[in-house]
């Protein structure tokens, strides 16, 4: 169970660390767009910089593989969103993002929360489950998709409008944290297919679910779609959003779908729920609208953008 918590922190670092990285070489990229999938593929895979990140997100991924063998979905989410507390400091410190008096009290709650859902945890009386029906995870996952990519939509027109206020990002955080949500409960359903007892046959076990190809779904969108929101936005606004959304979509929907029980005993109840609860209200804290003035593009970067196009 401990090292299930260590790894969840690991993967707390590797995450905060390639959003933060792939921020820093979007800056220096030219304007990218949903609308032109190909060409934001092409920028963002010529930057050594963006591509250092995206390495750091996919270790993450087996770090939380590793987490959702040995911890309940509910304790793993709120310890997921402790992670915000290090991509504040680090988008603060790399990439000059102020923090503001909402975000630095939401570190506060996060760190409270993280206490309360670690000292919930019970060695042995945490069911952590294997597996689902696929048609339940189905008729959970694609809604929440269209749902995603409806948000995200409505966002990108609104961008488009005059004398509009500047967007803090959050319906895009929103958006991509749900289809995020979808691929959290993905990643658990694999680790449930992880065993060194014949691999071959888990293999084609695995390959039979609807998991891998949520994976492959929630990875291409998500990938294009978080990478435009985040040259937009703050990363510090932006991917708090998105985390709290997955971690509270996961948190409940996950629980459910996978039948996992919350702890008997009341003080680890009050703990657990009152962690998870706390967390959450992180999304609450946040500002829908970024009082910082807009920062024109300097001549090298919109010189580059002309000739990209």
């Given at each position: 169970?401990?090292?299930?918590?260590?790894?969840?922190?690991?993967?707390?670092?590797?995450?905060?660390?390639?959003?933060?990285?792939?921020?820093?070489?979007?800056?220096?990229?030219?304007?990218?767009?949903?609308?032109?999938?190909?060409?934001?593929?092409r920028l963002?895979?010529?930057?050594?910089?963006?591509?250092?990140?995206?390495?750091?997100?996919?270790?993450?991924?087996?770090?939380?593989?590793?987490?959702?063998?040995?911890?309940?979905?509910?304790?793993?989410?709120?310890?997921?969103?402790?992670?915000?507390?290090?991509?504040?400091?680090?988008?603060?410190?790399?990439?000059?993002?102020?923090?503001?008096?909402?975000?630095?009290?939401?570190?506060?709650?996060?760190?409270?929360?993280?206490?309360?859902?670690?000292?919930?945890?019970?060695?042995?009386?945490?069911?952590?489950?294997?597996?689902?029906?696929?048609?339940?995870?189905?008729?959970?996952?694609?809604?929440?998709?269209?749902?995603?990519?409806?948000?995200?939509?409505?966002?990108?027109?609104?961008?488009?409008?005059?004398?509009?206020?500047?967007?803090?990002?959050?319906?895009?955080?929103?958006?991509?944290?749900?289809?995020?949500?979808?691929s959290s409960?993905?990643?658990?359903?694999?680790?449930?297919?992880?065993?060194?007892?014949?691999?071959?046959?888990?293999?084609?076990?695995?390959?039979?679910?609807?998991?891998?190809?949520?994976?492959?779904?929630?990875?291409?969108?998500?990938?294009?779609?978080?990478?435009?929101?985040?040259?937009?936005?703050?990363?510090?606004?932006?991917?708090?959003?998105?985390?709290?959304?997955?971690?509270?979509?996961?948190?409940?929907?996950?629980?459910?779908?996978?039948?996992?029980?919350?702890?008997?005993?009341?003080?680890?109840?009050?703990?657990r729920l009152?962690?998870?609860?706390?967390?959450?209200?992180?999304?609450?804290?946040?500002?829908?609208?970024?009082?910082?003035?807009?920062?024109?593009?300097?001549?090298?970067?919109?010189?580059?953008?002309?000739?990209?196009?």
């Amino acid at each position: 169970m401990w090292w299930g918590v260590g790894a969840a922190l690991v993967a707390n670092v590797l995450y905060s660390t390639g959003f933060v990285l792939e921020k820093r070489a979007l800056a220096s990229l030219p304007q990218v767009s949903v609308r032109r999938p190909a060409r934001l593929l092409r920028l963002v895979a010529g930057s050594p910089l963006w591509l250092g990140g995206c390495l750091a997100l996919a270790a993450g991924f087996g770090a939380q593989l590793a987490v959702y063998r040995t911890l309940p979905i509910a304790a793993a989410q709120a310890l997921f969103v402790s992670g915000l507390v290090l991509l504040l400091l680090l988008s603060s410190s790399l990439l000059g993002e102020r923090t503001t008096g909402r975000e630095r009290y939401a570190i506060a709650a996060i760190l409270a929360a993280l206490l309360m859902v670690v000292l919930s945890l019970r060695q042995g009386e945490d069911n952590v489950s294997k597996g689902a029906p696929p048609a339940l995870i189905l008729g959970v996952c694609v809604p929440t998709l269209a749902t995603g990519l409806l948000v995200y939509g409505c966002a990108e027109r609104r961008t488009r409008r005059r004398h509009r206020l500047p967007t803090a990002g959050v319906e895009y955080g929103v958006s991509v944290g749900l289809l995020y949500g979808v691929s959290s409960l993905a990643i658990k359903g694999v680790a449930g297919y992880l065993t060194t007892d014949r691999p071959v046959t888990a293999v084609l076990h695995l390959l039979t679910s609807p998991y891998p190809y949520l994976l492959l779904c929630t990875g291409g969108f998500g990938l294009v779609m978080s990478q435009a929101a985040l040259q937009r936005c703050r990363a510090s606004l932006i991917v708090p959003v998105c985390t709290t959304v997955t971690c509270l979509f996961t948190a409940v929907l996950g629980t459910l779908a996978f039948g996992e029980s919350l702890p008997r005993e009341p003080v680890a109840l009050v703990l657990r729920l009152a962690g998870t609860g706390l967390a959450v209200s992180v999304l609450l804290l946040m500002p829908k609208h970024d009082n910082s003035p807009p920062q024109p593009p300097s001549p090298a970067k919109e010189l580059a953008s002309r000739e990209v196009r």
